[in-house]
């Protein structure tokens, strides 16, 4: 887990409707699901993100992240943080990775595709886990009709 004050900064514009954030600090060096909590707040994200590197930096026209600790966060992800980037240069985020294998696998990747930026994205989430309640009552109603008859 790492909590610190982040300075925040705009995501490319070809990432607008990306799931997935840039985060530069010393203690994060991988690609991960993760979730973030804007420790004043409260309000949190699940979302996928990348280590800030020379490539985002070429994405970026070269506007280098001068800081230390920084994070490129899209509208979308600002706003469900309730971050203003324009008042808000600097916040405190608390960043962490699932630890139980139930979380990685299942629960922040389904509440991550819910907080997708893109409607499609939610969309099929929300189809997928309305398709898996039916199966699952379908399969104990066939259960039932098997034990019964």
């Known amino acids: 887990m790492i909590e610190d004050f982040f300075h925040i900064h705009q995501a490319h514009n070809s990432e607008?409707?990306?799931?997935?954030?840039?985060?530069?600090?010393?203690?994060?060096?991988?690609?991960?699901?993760l979730k973030i909590t804007n420790s004043e707040n409260k309000k949190e994200i699940f979302v996928f993100a990348r280590k800030y590197d020379d490539n985002y930096s070429k994405?970026?026209?070269?506007?280098?992240?001068?800081?230390?600790?920084?994070?490129?966060?899209s509208?979308?992800?600002?706003d469900k943080l309730g971050i203003d980037w324009r008042k808000d240069m600097?916040?405190?985020?608390?960043?962490?990775?699932?630890?139980?294998?139930?979380?990685?696998?299942?629960?922040?990747?389904?509440?991550?595709s819910t907080d997708h930026p893109e409607a499609y994205a939610r969309l099929s989430a929300q189809?997928?886990?309305?398709?898996?309640?039916?199966?699952?009552?379908s399969f104990i109603l066939g259960i039932i009709s098997l034990l019964i008859a």
Do not use: M
């Not at 607008?16 to 699901?33: D, E, R, T, V």
């Open 16 to 33: 607008i409707s990306s799931p997935h954030i840039w985060i530069k600090h010393q203690n994060y060096n991988s690609s991960n699901l």
């Open 90 to 112: 600097s916040k405190s985020l608390k960043i962490e990775l699932p630890s139980h294998i139930l979380a990685k696998t299942i629960i922040y990747p389904f509440i991550a």
């Open 127 to 137: 189809t997928a886990f309305i398709s898996l309640f039916l199966g699952v009552i």
């Open 59 to 73: 994405l970026r026209d070269n506007h280098h992240c001068q800081e230390t600790k920084c994070i490129y966060l």
């Open 75 to 78: 509208q979308h992800y600002r």
